[in-house]
């Protein structure tokens, strides 16, 4: 175990769900929260409802832990209202919880849609400027620099992981660059807990795609190995969808449809 309290915000979401069994064997005590309804508190599990838009509750969430999973918050495009509440306040909130708790080790689910306008036909590493495809991906990039903040004012060291697109399998052409496995989420995080020297990282969250855009050679010292591919899917993928048409924007940019998100 490499903490003792471990937080997992989001933990009803998507990737919340995936990790919930998944991280116990990273801490003694999973702590879980989400505004969404978490079930019954498991062995080794603790359940604290908060708000992200709620410096109170994300305080009290927060106190006692050693070390965080941020998954929560808006995870699509929306209005930047909601975006403000959840990603924008949600993530200072969070930082300020963790200085004034002593937290030195965050997981960021950060997003892809950080760099959306980047090109399919390019590959960027993390010290590309970022080139957000809306709200959500703006929110993230915030996010992003909130933890180097946090990292050069206060030492806590945050991995950024832009996830690509964490499903069960991929669902579509683009998704074959961008796939990541809930075993290789996993892996990663561990490797971003367990890894001595952290700093602030920004990884994407990629499997070990043929296909990528993605260069991760800036993060080697986090010590990820991917050991899933979406290259057992592709004929599948392949037979199931017709080819992109080449003008339109969401075959052009790495954000696909997110570029053509709203306005709201
Ligand atoms: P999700 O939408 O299924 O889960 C997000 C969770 O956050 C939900 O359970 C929701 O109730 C909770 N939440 C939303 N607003 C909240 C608030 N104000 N206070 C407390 N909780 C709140 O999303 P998913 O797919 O599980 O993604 C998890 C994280 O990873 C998100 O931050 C998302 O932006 C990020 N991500 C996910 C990707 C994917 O492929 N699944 C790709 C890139 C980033
Ligand atoms: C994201 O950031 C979203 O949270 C997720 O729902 C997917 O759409 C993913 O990006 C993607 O780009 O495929």
């Not at 592709?234 to 998100?261: C, H, M």
Request: proline share 4%; net charge negative; aromatic share 8%.
């Amino acid at each position: 175990n490499t903490h003792h309290r471990l937080l997992l915000t989001g933990a009803a979401g998507g990737l919340g769900t995936a990790l919930r069994d998944r991280l116990k064997g990273n801490c003694t005590v999973l702590r879980l929260s989400d505004t969404a309804d978490l079930g019954e508190a498991g062995a080794d599990e603790e359940i604290v409802q908060a708000d992200l838009s709620s410096a109170e509750e994300v305080d009290a969430m927060v106190e006692g832990c050693d070390a965080i999973v941020h998954m929560g918050g808006i995870s699509v495009e929306a209005p930047f209202g909601a975006i403000l509440q959840a990603n924008i306040l949600g993530v200072y909130h969070l930082y300020e919880a963790a200085r004034r708790h002593g937290v030195k080790r965050i997981v960021f689910a950060s997003s892809n849609h950080v760099t959306g306008f980047y090109k399919q036909s390019e590959t960027i590493h993390a010290e590309h400027p970022p080139r957000p495809d809306g709200f959500y991906g703006l929110s993230k990039a915030f996010g992003e620099d909130l933890a180097r903040l946090y990292f050069d004012r206060h030492g806590i060291e945050t991995a950024c992981v832009r996830i690509g697109s964490s499903f069960v399998e991929p669902k579509d052409r683009r998704m074959l660059a961008t796939w990541l496995s809930f075993d290789d989420l996993h892996r990663l995080i561990g490797a971003c807990l367990s890894t001595p020297v952290l700093g602030h990282t920004i990884v994407f969250g990629m499997s070990d795609n043929a296909v990528t855009w993605w260069d991760n050679s800036r993060a080697r010292h986090i010590g990820y190995v991917p050991r899933d591919s979406s290259d057992v899917f592709r004929e599948a993928v392949f037979a199931r969808t017709s080819a992109p048409d080449l003008n339109d924007p969401a075959a052009i940019y790495q954000g696909g449809a997110f570029v053509k998100a709203g306005p709201f």
